[in-house]
């Protein structure tokens, strides 16, 4: 079980409410399958994403960056119960769409970019702290289904 401080309770929660889903989500999506190009294959369906221009004005890019923050924000408002609120997402992952589990690490590295150029000089090693901590344990659920 994880054990949350006050202080990273409240940060997690914080910039979860200043930030704007759509746009943080797109822009991270985006990012992981630009900088990380081998994910791709998992988003076939998705059209061209043959270049940074053609994936970073995607819709469906930018819509499943959506749905990635949405799922975030449930991990947000159940902190002492990750694990049981991404069961059935492992599952998911791990069974029907074989994700390879690095990818939720990568992912979440492109994130933590953007949510700090997005706080900018809010984003203190504390804050850095606190949201690498909710993200490792957001991504060690994700894994659970894998082993």
């Given at each position: ?143 659970k289904q894998y082993y």
């Amino acid at each position: 079980m994880v054990v949350w401080t006050d202080f990273e309770r409240t940060t997690i929660q914080d910039i979860f409410s200043k930030i704007d889903y759509a746009v943080v989500g797109q822009a991270a999506f985006s990012r992981c399958l630009i900088v990380y190009p081998w994910t791709q294959r998992y988003f076939g369906g998705f059209g061209n994403l043959y270049n940074a221009a053609a994936i970073t004005s995607n819709p469906r890019v930018a819509s499943h960056g959506k749905v990635i923050m949405e799922a975030l924000e449930k991990a947000v408002k159940d902190m002492d119960n990750i694990k049981a609120t991404y069961a059935e997402l492992s599952a998911l992952h791990s069974e029907k769409l074989q994700v390879d589990p690095d990818n939720f690490m990568l992912l979440g590295g492109c994130l933590t970019i953007v949510v700090a150029s997005q706080l900018g000089k809010a984003f203190t090693a504390e804050v850095h702290a606190a949201f690498q901590k909710f993200l490792a344990v957001v991504v060690s659920s994700l894994r659970k289904q894998y082993y």
